[in-house]
């Protein structure tokens, strides 16, 4: 595989973008690699700093993303919104809407 076509679509990607496909690099080939690389290198962004900041925020984002109740809403006499009830240790499926 070419690395020129790589490199053009890695150049349209966001910085965010890069570096969610750096902190699964091993999983690409090694012409992605470093096509990779060389855009990071080309937008001067530190990758080791970048990706331990970035590796951080995506953390707490999925850590976020676990606390939403999901979708439940219960009508009560004092108002209308989400409630837990019910026992502890459900886990919400986005994909089913169940949990």
């Known amino acids: 595989m070419e690395i020129q076509p790589l490199a053009d679509e890695y150049r349209g990607k966001t910085d965010d973008e ?41 953390e707490l984002s999925k850590e976020e993303q676990g606390k939403n109740i999901g979708s439940l809403v219960v009508f009560h006499p004092y108002g209308i919104g989400r409630k837990r009830f019910g026992k502890a240790g459900r886990i919400y499926n986005p994909e089913t809407g169940m949990e």
């Open 18 to 58: 890069l570096l969610r496909l750096a902190l699964d690099a091993e999983h690409l080939t090694p012409e992605a690699n470093v096509a990779l690389n060389a855009e990071i290198a080309r937008r001067r962004i530190n990758s080791a700093e970048g990706l331990t900041l970035f590796r951080k925020e995506e």
